[in-house]
């Protein structure tokens, strides 16, 4: 039906489609049984009168203030708004509240320079009802993680790393990362775009940055970035590496390949949007050394051994991105990689998050 009504499906995600003509750009994104479109308002008229002549039942809103279980909230003007899961936060106050009440108030989501480490054989280990909460815990942080809290990244990556034997240890750390969810509920994801206006060259700028050998189990690094368009965050992540690094650079190297990667798919989600993106892309780097690896075509003792697929960034350097140094304390990243204090924490987190405006 798609192809009936002249719409294009994005070749980089099938999910969304893309129709322009006389009446303007109406864009449509799916997700499972949900979807949403934006766009011209004549182009919206227009699709929604042809679905209605096959059938199918719409709802349309002037403006989205509700997606998958997401709500969206707007200043006066329209120009910047606010993402967060309210929903989603009473439900872990409904299933924990009781057991995080009396805790303290915390200034970080993770405890600073904590990393979870795998139960051994004689360790002791919630039983299975617990580690049932544990694990619907640990899920619903994950939820909040995808779509606006990303200053829950990497703590609640490390109690991932636990899902099917955790500890006490891990127990009373999920807590502490609920009990600061609750404490800070008003807190979500910051849309402030630095550009508004039709016909403008959008902008992605990212930083990328890693923790060499932070998993204390099997030393492998983490790796972390976020990517902003136009300003605001539109992808983030913290993960463990598939290998070991057996250096910083290598680490922070890989980490930075991660990032490129997923700017190539941003670009090409945009550019069939008919979107023009400006480049090169900034991609901010705090190691000198990697971005030495980078620069440098040839295959050297130190970068011999890493795997093809991270010099996919050399390809790239100079054309559609350009590797950057920044001070690590001004790694926006930074917190992705790590349990940070709060001086870190609050220095980067008002790039990426807002408090929520009241009425």
């Avoid at 227009?46 to 203030?65: R, S």
């Avoid at 279980?69 to 006066?76: F, L, P, Q």
């Avoid at 509240?97 to 139960?119: A, D």
């Avoid at 640990?138 to 990556?157: I, T």
């Amino acid at each position: 039906m798609v192809d009936k009504m002249g719409f294009e499906q994005c070749k980089s995600d099938p999910c969304l489609f893309v129709r322009r003509n006389e009446l303007g750009l109406v864009m449509v994104v799916l997700y499972v049984d949900d979807g949403a479109a934006v766009g011209d308002k004549a182009a919206i008229d227009a699709m929604l009168e042809e679905l209605k002549q096959h059938g199918l039942k719409t709802t349309k809103e002037e403006t989205m203030k509700d997606y998958l279980s997401c709500e969206i909230v707007y200043n006066d003007d329209e120009t910047k708004a606010w993402i967060g899961q309210p929903h989603m936060v009473c439900k872990i106050e409904q299933e924990f509240g009781e057991l995080v009440e009396r805790l303290q108030v915390y200034k970080t989501p993770g405890t600073p320079g904590f990393n979870i480490v795998r139960p051994k054989e004689d360790d002791p280990v919630l039983d299975a009802d617990q580690l049932s909460k544990f694990r619907s815990g640990v899920g619903m942080a994950l939820y909040l993680v995808k779509h606006s809290r990303p200053d829950l990244a990497n703590p609640v990556r490390e109690l991932a790393k636990c899902m099917s034997k955790a500890t006490p240890a891990a127990w009373k750390e999920l807590l502490r990362v609920l009990k600061f969810v609750l404490d800070t509920r008003t807190m979500g994801l910051k849309l402030e775009p630095t550009m508004i206006g039709k016909g403008l060259v959008w902008e992605i700028k990212g930083y990328s940055d890693s923790d060499w050998a932070g998993d204390k189990d099997d030393r492998k690094s983490v790796s972390g970035f976020i990517l902003f368009l136009n300003g605001c965050p539109i992808m983030w992540r913290s993960k463990s590496q598939g290998t070991v690094a057996l250096s910083s650079a290598e680490a922070e190297y890989v980490a930075a390949s991660e990032m490129v990667k997923e700017i190539v798919f941003v670009v090409q989600v945009l550019l069939s949007m008919k979107i023009a993106v400006k480049t090169p892309i900034k991609c901010l780097v705090d190691n000198m050394g990697a971005i030495f690896m980078t620069e440098n075509p040839s295959s050297q003792g130190r970068t011999r051994h890493i795997d093809t697929r991270w010099h996919y960034i050399k390809d790239l350097n100079g054309t559609l991105i350009e590797i950057e140094f920044v001070r690590s304390e001004a790694n926006v990243a930074d917190g992705f990689t790590k349990n940070v204090g709060g001086d870190i924490y609050y220095r980067h987190v008002g790039e990426y998050m807002d408090v929520r405006e009241t009425d």
